[in-house]
T-cell receptor, first 110, second 114 residues
Framework: DAKTTQPTSMDCAEGRAANLPCNHS???????VYWYRQIHSQGPQYIIHGLKNNETNEMASLIITEDRKSSTLILPHATLRDTAVYYC???????????FGAGTRLTVKP | NAGVTQTPKFQVLKTGQSMTLQCAQD?????MSWYRQDPGMGLRLIHY???????DQGEVPNGYNVSRSTTEDFPLRLLSAAPSQTSVYFC?????????????FGPGTRLTVT
């Protein structure tokens, strides 16, 4: 699986959009980009995934660059409950062997 | 649906003791996995299973055994606990297919080995 690079930490003001970047320059053509988050010490929670098109669901939007070497997770209106560690993972579809890195610790401030 | 459940929530072991961490899911998922998370680190895959009777090693399998006799249960056995196995253990399940693929995680078991 390709490796990912994320900033260690980010801050965001409550109510503003949170944009979390991820670099995955060695991604292969059949690998997907997945985002998970982990709130406090709970189990990780799936957010969104995509292959090459931009994706949106009720939680977030995923923007993948045309060359697929980087992506951005967007939380459109961050709340205090969005404070968490966000993991960007590159993996094959239906691959049970997902490699979580250290992620980005997002702190949403009032 | 209870989702993914793990027992116990907390456990303290002495070096050399053995124990089994329990994981169960009621979503009829084919895939199940065990991860460990050390302080300040991301999750690392220990073992996984793609169906009853089928298991495989992940990134850090040494010191752990698994079996999958039923779709619902995927226990993780520590053979001879060591302080290096002090960690939080998460179990996850998922199902392959054309629908959105996501893993559902349990609440974790916090293990301390002294």
């Amino acid at each position: 699986d390709a490796k990912t690079t994320q900033p260690t930490s980010m801050d965001c003001a409550e109510g503003r959009a949170a944009n979390l970047p991820c670099n995955h320059s060695t991604i292969s053509g059949n690998e997907y980009v997945y985002w998970y988050r982990q709130i406090h010490s709970q189990g990780p929670q799936y957010i969104i995934h995509g292959l090459k098109n931009n994706e949106t669901n009720e939680m977030a939007s995923l923007i993948i660059t045309e060359d697929r070497k980087s992506s951005t997770l967007i939380l459109p209106h961050a709340t205090l409950r969005d404070t968490a560690v966000y993991y960007c993972i590159v993996s094959l579809y239906n691959n049970n062997d997902m490699r979580f890195g250290a992620g980005t610790r997002l702190t949403v401030k009032p | 649906n209870a989702g993914v459940t793990q027992t116990p929530k907390f456990q303290v072991l002495k070096t050399g003791q053995s124990m089994t961490l329990q994981c169960a899911q009621d979503m009829n998922h084919e895939y199940m996995s065990w991860y460990r998370q050390d302080p300040g680190m991301g999750l690392r895959l220990i073992h996984y299973s793609v169906g009853a009777g089928i298991t495989d090693q992940g990134e850090v399998p040494n010191g752990y055994n698994v079996s999958r006799s039923t779709t619902e249960d995927f226990p993780l056995r520590l053979l001879s606990a060591a302080p290096s196995q002090t960690s939080v253990y998460f179990c996850a399940s998922s199902t392959p297919g054309l629908a959105a693929y996501e893993q559902y995680f349990g609440p974790g078991t916090r293990l301390t080995v002294t």
